[in-house]
C-alpha cells in the first residue's frame, strides 16, 4: 500500500488551513498593497519546486507555493472584510517599499 498520496493530501490540507491564517493576520499588519511582494514569494516557491528532485519537498513547497499564490489574491478581499467589521480592523498598517506605485495598480483576484 503507497501512503504517499494520502500523507500529501494531510499536508496540503494543513498548509491551506494556514494559509486562511496568515491572510487575516497579514493584511490586519501589513495591508493589502503587500500583494505582488506575496505572490513573488509563491511564484518563486513553485519555480524552486521544480528544482528538488525528493518527491515530499517538491511537493510540499509546490503547495506552499499555490496557497501564497491563493493568499495574495484575496488580501485585497480580506481587506473589504476587516473595514465591513467582519474582521479585527487595524489602522496602522506597515506600508510596503514603492507602495505609491502598488497603489495605481489593480489587485488581482480569482
Known amino acids: 500500500m503507497n501512503w504517499f498520496g494520502f500523507w500529501l493530501c494531510i499536508a496540503t490540507l494543513f498548509i491551506i488551513g494556514l494559509g486562511f491564517v496568515w491572510v487575516i493576520r ?8 503587500w500583494w505582488p511582494y506575496v505572490m513573488g514569494f509563491g511564484i518563486l516557491s513553485i519555480v524552486a ?3 528538488i528532485s525528493n518527491n515530499w519537498a517538491s ?13 495574495s489574491t484575496e488580501l485585497k478581499e480580506q481587506a473589504v472584510r476587516g473595514e465591513i467589521g467582519w474582521y479585527p480592523f487595524r489602522a496602522k498598517k506597515i506600508p510596503p517599499p514603492f507602495a505609491e506605485v502598488i497603489k495605481k495598480w489593480k489587485a488581482p483576484s480569482l
Do not use: H
Open 59 to 71: 511537493a510540499l513547497l509546490g503547495a506552499l507555493g499555490a496557497s501564497v499564490i491563493w493568499g
Open 49 to 51: 519546486s521544480l528544482f
Open 26 to 33: 497579514g493584511e490586519r499588519y501589513f495591508g493589502y498593497l
